[in-house]
T-cell receptor, first 113, second 114 residues
Framework: DAGITQSPRHKVTETGTPVTLRCHQT?????MYWYRQDPGHGLRLIHY???????DKGEVSDGYSVSRSKTEDFLLTLESATSSQTSVYFC????????????FGEGSWLTVV | EDQVTQSPEALRLQEGESSSLNCSYT??????LFWYRQDPGKGPEFLFT???AGEEKEKERLKATLTKKESFLHITAPKPEDSATYLC???????????????FGTGTRLKVLA
C-alpha cells in the first residue's frame, strides 16, 4: 500500500464544466504523476510533479492543468471537460528511496456526457 | 523515439499451461524495466523491477527476465487467479534533471481457464 488516495472515485459531468481530481499521498514522496488509461492506448502520462510547485507536461497534457501546493496533494483539473476526456485517471508516486518504482492509486472513473 | 511494445495483446491458457509474455523496448539508457499486474477496476500493482541484461526475478509462478532489447514474463503452471492484464514500463529522462517519465506498453490480457 503506497498510501495513495484518489477522489472522487467516480464522477459524471457535463461537457464544458470544469472538473478537479485530487490525489493525496501520506508518505512524503517527491514525485507524483497523473495518467489516463484508455483501451488501445494503455497508460499515458498527462502531467507529473517533481516537488511543490514544480510540474511538467506529459505526452497528453492538452486540456489539463495541475497544481501541487503541498507535498501530499496533486490536483488534476480539466478546465472545460470534453467527451474525449472520458477515461480512467490514475495517480501515481515514485521515490528514489524505492528504486524509482512507480506505485499507483486505485483510479478515478470520469464520464463526460 | 522511446517505445514499449507488448505481445501478445491477449492470451488464453488452460490451467497448468505455461507460457511467456513479451515486452520489447527502445529507450536510450535503460534505468530499469518494470512489470505490473492490473485487475479489472483496479490500479496497476507492482511486480518486478529489472535493471540489467541477464537479471531475473521470481515471484510465485512468475519469472521476469531481461535482455538488451526485451523482457519476458514467464508464467509457469498458471492458475485462474493469475488472470489479469500484465503491463511493462520503462522510465525515460524528463526535461528537468533527475526527473523521469514512465512509458507503458498497452499490456497483455491473460485469461487462465480452469
Amino acid at each position: 500500500d503506497a498510501g495513495i488516495t484518489q477522489s472522487p472515485r467516480h464522477k459524471v459531468t457535463e461537457t464544458g464544466t470544469p472538473v478537479t481530481l485530487r490525489c493525496h499521498q501520506t508518505e512524503n514522496h517527491r514525485y507524483m504523476y497523473w495518467y489516463r488509461q484508455d483501451p488501445g492506448h494503455g497508460l499515458r502520462l498527462i502531467h507529473y510533479s517533481y516537488g511543490v510547485k514544480d510540474t511538467d507536461k506529459g505526452e497528453v497534457s492538452d486540456g489539463y492543468s495541475v497544481s501541487r501546493s503541498k507535498t501530499e496533494d496533486f490536483l488534476l483539473t480539466l478546465e472545460s471537460a470534453t467527451s474525449s476526456q472520458t477515461s480512467v485517471y490514475f495517480c501515481a508516486i515514485s521515490d528514489v528511496n524505492s528504486g524509482n518504482t512507480i506505485y499507483f492509486g486505485e483510479g478515478s472513473w470520469l464520464t463526460v456526457v | 523515439e522511446d517505445q514499449v511494445t507488448q505481445s501478445p495483446e491477449a492470451l488464453r491458457l488452460q490451467e497448468g499451461e505455461s507460457s511467456s509474455l513479451n515486452c520489447s523496448y527502445t529507450v536510450s539508457g535503460l534505468r530499469g524495466l518494470f512489470w505490473y499486474r492490473q485487475d479489472p477496476g483496479k490500479g496497476p500493482e507492482f511486480l518486478f523491477t529489472l535493471y540489467s541484461a541477464g537479471e531475473e526475478k521470481e515471484k510465485e509462478r512468475l519469472k521476469a527476465t531481461l535482455t538488451k532489447k526485451e523482457s519476458f514474463l514467464h508464467i509457469t503452471a498458471p492458475k485462474p487467479e493469475d488472470s489479469a492484464t500484465y503491463l511493462c514500463a520503462v522510465p525515460r529522462a524528463g526535461e528537468n534533471s533527475g526527473t523521469y517519465k514512465y512509458i507503458f506498453g498497452t499490456g497483455t490480457r491473460l485469461k487462465v481457464l480452469a
